[in-house]
T-cell receptor, first 117, second 114 residues
Framework: AQKITQTQPGMFVQEKEAVTLDCTYD???????LFWYKQPSSGEMIFLIY??????QNATEGRYSLNFQKARKSANLVISASQLGDSAMYFC??????????????FGSGTQLTVLP | NAGVTQTPKFRVLKTGQSMTLLCAQD?????MYWYRQDPGMGLRLIHY???????AKGEVPDGYNVSRLKKQNFLLGLESAAPSQTSVYFC?????????????FGDGTRLSIL
């Protein structure tokens, strides 16, 4: 089973509107972290936002917020007031405490967001 | 603020050639990682290190070797390059292995094997 599932290969949003990028995850750990990264066409991976499994409040960072629904195992990224510069690939990722000594990030396949002028 | 720096940014190799990718971080992070990114497959872990002098295999280690002689540097080597190793390679680091620690990535190395 996929550990991180992003079901939207591509999304379009009008400039200045809000958009939600979906992410569901699968883990049996009690303690884990969920992350969103942005990858613009230039290729670098930019860390956006983090949500801990024990956090009761949804994480927010500027125009980014994470809609965390633990029982449904979903961690959707919400971008408010979209800007043209938000056009990029967005990856959801998870870091589990049970992933052995590596503690690596497990990534979803990504969602390509295009912001329309 | 350098963060994680990868060199080179681009490289073209012929099958059978060898090369080394260098990753340097200036954040005093303990954990370092090498991932490869292929179309439609997300990032996959090649090798990782939990501290100076330590290395371990990740999900797709075959054909690669690594070394971490200094805490700030993590080298990825291809001994005999194959076309299947054409990919974008990312180095990442994190302060610890805690699940609340983000990994910080370099800008990537685009490697083509002819």
């Amino acid at each position: 089973a996929q550990k991180i599932t992003q079901t939207q290969p591509g999304m379009f949003v009008q400039e200045k509107e809000a958009v939600t990028l979906d992410c569901t995850y699968d883990t049996s750990d009690q303690s884990y972290g969920l992350f969103w990264y942005k990858q613009p066409s230039s290729g670098e991976m930019i860390f956006l936002i983090y949500q801990g499994s024990y956090d009761e409040q949804n994480a927010t960072e500027g125009r980014y917020s994470l809609n965390f629904q633990k029982a449904r195992k979903s961690a959707n990224l919400v971008i408010s007031a979209s800007q043209l510069g938000d056009s990029a690939m967005y990856f959801c990722a998870m870091r589990e405490t049970s992933s052995g000594s590596a503690r690596q990030l497990t990534f979803g396949s990504g969602t390509q967001l295009t912001v329309l002028p | 603020n350098a963060g994680v720096t990868q060199t080179p940014k681009f490289r073209v190799l012929k099958t059978g050639q060898s090369m080394t990718l260098l990753c340097a971080q200036d954040m005093n992070h303990e954990y370092m990682y090498w991932y490869r990114q292929d179309p439609g497959m997300g990032l996959r872990l090649i090798h990782y290190s939990v501290g100076e002098g330590t290395t371990a295999k990740g999900e797709v280690p075959d054909g690669y070797n690594v070394s971490r002689l200094k805490k700030q540097n993590f080298l990825l080597g291809l001994e005999s390059a194959a076309p299947s190793q054409t990919s974008v390679y990312f180095c990442a680091s994190s302060l610890t292995g805690g699940s609340n620690q983000p990994q910080h990535f370099g800008d990537g190395t685009r490697l083509s094997i002819l």
